[in-house]
């Protein structure tokens, strides 16, 4: 298994796991929704965006293209979550999860197009 694969995969569990959450509006992401100023709704839109990055991400593994342009739109939802953490005064440790993402998001983007070429 390559690298990029790997975390393509890591990136699917997250996205799934997180997503599904948000559309599923478990009490811990109405908490979280509520915290940082979104509704349910729009919380719940965000668990969808995420669902379908992580569906482009598997879909990367046939197509290299889309897979990049998942993660790139990953990485934008993952840009705007820490903006919320820190426009909120969030500490260190709650937008630490975003950050980690974002990194491994931008990981993949330059290993699998290291690959296109």
């Known amino acids: 298994m390559t690298a990029t694969a790997v975390l393509a995969a890591l990136l699917v569990l997250a996205f799934v796991v997180l997503g599904s959450a948000k559309v599923a509006a478990?009490?811990?992401?109405?908490?979280?929704?509520?915290?940082?100023?979104?509704?349910?709704?729009?919380?719940r839109r965000i668990g969808v965006l995420e669902l379908l990055g992580a569906a482009g991400l598997l879909v990367g593994v046939a197509l290299p293209a889309v897979g990049i342009l998942a993660a790139l739109g990953l990485l934008a939802l993952l840009s705007g979550a820490v903006?919320?953490?820190l426009r909120?005064?969030?500490?260190?440790?709650?937008?630490?999860?975003?950050?980690?993402?974002?990194?491994?998001?931008?990981?993949?983007?330059?290993?699998?197009?290291?690959?296109?070429?």
């Open 26 to 43: 478990v009490p811990a992401m109405r908490v979280r929704a509520e915290h940082v100023g979104f509704t349910v709704g729009a919380y």
């Open 83 to 85: 903006a919320t953490h």
């Open 88 to 117: 909120n005064g969030d500490r260190r440790a709650e937008m630490t999860p975003a950050a980690v993402l974002a990194v491994v998001c931008l990981a993949y983007v330059v290993l699998a197009a290291g690959q296109l070429s």
